[in-house]
């Protein structure tokens, strides 16, 4: 019983983590150029958000596109903004532009979202 019981609340934690990335510090830079989380992990842009701040990747997409969620008490400084999402989250964004993560980026580094259906770009400043 205590098998089946911590097998579902691992199998839940799995499904629901990609939901959302939350990130205490704003993200950075690594050494390439590129936007990384607190984590190492590469960030990303969707060419579908609209210009006026918001994401247009929910549902579905922010299964795949985990949206970095930014904390109650985070706050924004310089190129770095903070937008609202549908839902009412809050997100980073860079230069007013939201920032995601992609699923299938297993460890700090990879970018395997880059050019993806040609409107996912890897996140520069």
Request: net charge neutral; hydrophobic share 40%.
């Amino acid at each position: 019983m205590k098998s089946t019981i911590l097998t579902t609340c691992l199998l839940f934690a799995s499904l629901a983590a990609p939901f959302a990335v939350q990130a205490g510090d704003m993200p950075a830079m690594d050494k390439g150029g590129t936007l990384v989380d607190a984590e190492g992990m590469t960030l990303y842009v969707f060419d579908k958000d609209p210009a006026g701040g918001g994401s247009a990747c929910n549902g579905p997409c922010a299964t795949n596109w985990p949206p970095l969620m930014a904390k109650g008490d985070a706050s924004a400084a310089g190129d770095w903004s903070i937008v609202t999402r549908e839902d009412g989250a809050h997100q980073w964004a860079y230069k007013g532009r939201p920032l995601y993560r992609w699923i299938k980026d297993a460890k700090a580094g990879d970018m395997t979202g880059d050019g993806f259906k040609g409107v996912w770009h890897v996140a520069k400043p």
